[in-house]
């Protein structure tokens, strides 16, 4: 009995010194593990439409933004059939300077032409399923309207810049020159280091095809038949699947959360763009539609005399094209710019170009954006109860939408009482309006009807279209009239020609005799 009572002990014992050493372990295991299962923060910056200044703007601030909340990743999403170069290298410059945050790229669609070469920038490549990158050859339109690959002066920089985010970034940096160049021809040699080990890694290798053929028989034989990658006057354009292949991708995901999933990302924002980086990117879509028809209307005013709407116009319409590459450092200044343009232009309408009505109903359009941009939704009353209820209830909206139009009438009637009731009880010399009756008022221009239809007058003021010109009458005195044209602008002291008297209007034109 005492022999298995000691035997029962003895077992207890090991049974619990290996227990110990079991948990020893499993606590050792994990403090390896934990680590590598550490949630990580990324910041989200799409990379979207054409390559162009507008682009590089928003990334270089999204990228200072996005240092600041120090996390993890800095996820470029591209989706771009690529555009200028020099927005391009603009934006691989800066991208290549970030430190801390490893920059990782992944094409949502599609990053071709300076797509790719913004993609490879990055210390990582994934892709999405179904997606392509390649193909950065830089085009430019031909005498006769068709795509054309610049020469070796453009070529040149270019393939260098690709060596150089292959050679830091660890892609293959041949691959990566075919990007480039429609004359390199890339070949994949493979072979086995030991034939008799089965096991035994493949030995793979990008060479070109101008220096296979120069191998000698015996170092041809090594490596066997090649595969061709890129045939000669072709560019390396890659599936997500021959991406990761070929070594540019680390992996291929059906959708962001599983890309957001294997990365261990938990935590994540997103940099939006900004008011300013809209308003570029829209001028920037149409810039070319706007130079046409802003050197239209210039050629149109030089054939005019005098200067009026069609040189206004076009140089509104080109300063709009230049405004556009400011755009995205005057974001926040917006309101106020829109509401001094508003004001400039009733002042056009009012002293320069009066009876127009262009640039009145542009200065209204201006000052409504101005008050709409500047206006705080904080400041409406808040009447959606604390407890909402998961199905929608319209009654929050229509109080708040009646609070900003009564607001909106209470500010119109009340200018309009106050010129009315209380203004004009001011004494005189106080108020700024007319006491005069105006059923007692004279116009100081004639009755229009001793004007007829051929008689000649001299312009006393800019007819834009409207204006006061004056015509000598049958008795040998002169009398001014107002009259107005059929949209033509004519400079003061120009003959003009009655051409019809209609409904209260004198309709004059250009005597050209």
Not at 203 to 216: C, H, M, N, Q, R
Request: charged share 20%.
């Amino acid at each position: 009995m005492k022999i298995l009572t000691k035997t029962f002990l003895l077992l207890a014992f090991l049974a619990t010194f290996t227990f110990a050493g079991t948990t020893a372990v499993n606590d050792s295991v994990k403090e390896a593990i934990v680590p590598q299962l550490k949630k990580k923060q990324a910041v989200w910056i799409k990379l979207e439409g054409d390559v162009d200044p507008a682009m590089y703007e928003f990334c270089a601030r999204a990228i200072g933004e996005a240092i600041k909340q120090a996390p993890d990743y800095i996820v470029f999403e591209i989706n771009t059939f690529g555009g200028r170069l020099d927005a391009a290298f603009d934006l691989v410059d800066t991208i290549m300077a970030v430190k801390g945050p490893e920059t990782i790229a992944l094409v949502k669609k599609k990053a071709i032409s300076a797509g790719s070469l913004i993609a490879l920038a990055c210390k990582k490549l994934y892709m999405l399923e179904a997606t392509t990158i390649g193909d950065c050859a830089p085009i430019v339109q031909g005498g006769d309207g068709t795509p054309q690959i610049v020469g070796e002066k453009i070529q040149s920089p270019l393939r260098a810049k690709f060596r150089n985010l292959a050679q830091q970034n660890g892609y293959p940096e041949l691959l990566a020159s075919s990007f480039v160049t429609p004359e390199l021809e890339v070949l994949e040699l493979t072979a086995t280091l030991d034939k008799d080990k089965p096991t035994q890694r493949d030995t793979t290798l990008f060479i070109e095809g101008k220096k296979f053929a120069v191998l000698d028989s015996a170092e041809k034989k090594f490596w066997g038949s090649p595969k061709i990658l890129v045939k000669e006057g072709e560019l390396l354009t890659m599936t997500d699947k021959e991406a990761e292949e070929l070594g540019f991708s680390k992996g291929t995901f059906k959708n962001r959360e599983d890309f957001e999933t294997k990365l261990a990302i938990e935590r994540k924002s997103e940099i939006e763009t900004n008011t300013g980086e809209k308003i570029a990117s829209a001028i920037a879509a149409i810039s070319g539609l706007l130079l046409i028809l802003g050197f239209g209307a210039l050629y149109i005013e030089f054939k005019t005399p005098g200067f009026g709407m069609f040189g206004i116009i076009g140089l509104i319409l080109i300063g709009i094209v230049f405004f556009g590459q400011f755009a995205p450092q005057l974001d926040g200044y917006f309101p106020a710019i829109l509401l001094v343009a508003g004001v400039i232009l009733f002042l056009v309408e009012i002293f320069i170009m009066p009876g127009t009505f262009l640039f009145g109903i542009g200065g209204i359009a201006c000052i409504i954006i101005a008050l709409i941009m500047s206006f705080d939704a904080a400041n409406i009353p808040e009447y959606v109860p604390e407890a909402v209820e998961s199905s929608f209830d319209a009654t929050p909206w229509l109080f708040g939408l009646l609070f900003v139009l009564s607001s909106a009438a209470i500010a119109l009637i009340i200018p309009i009482a106050a010129s009315k009731y209380l203004i004009p009880l001011l004494p005189e010399g106080w108020t700024p309006m007319l006491k005069t009756d105006m059923e007692t008022a004279v116009s100081p221009t004639e009755d229009i009807q001793v004007v007829s239809v051929g008689d000649i007058g001299t312009t006393k003021t800019f007819l834009r279209p409207v204006g006061q010109a004056s015509f000598t009458m049958p008795d040998g005195s002169t009398k001014l009239f107002d009259v107005q044209t059929h949209g033509e602008i004519i400079e003061a002291g120009q003959k003009v020609k009655v051409e019809s008297v209609q409904e209260g209007h004198i309709w004059v034109g250009l005597d050209e005799r």
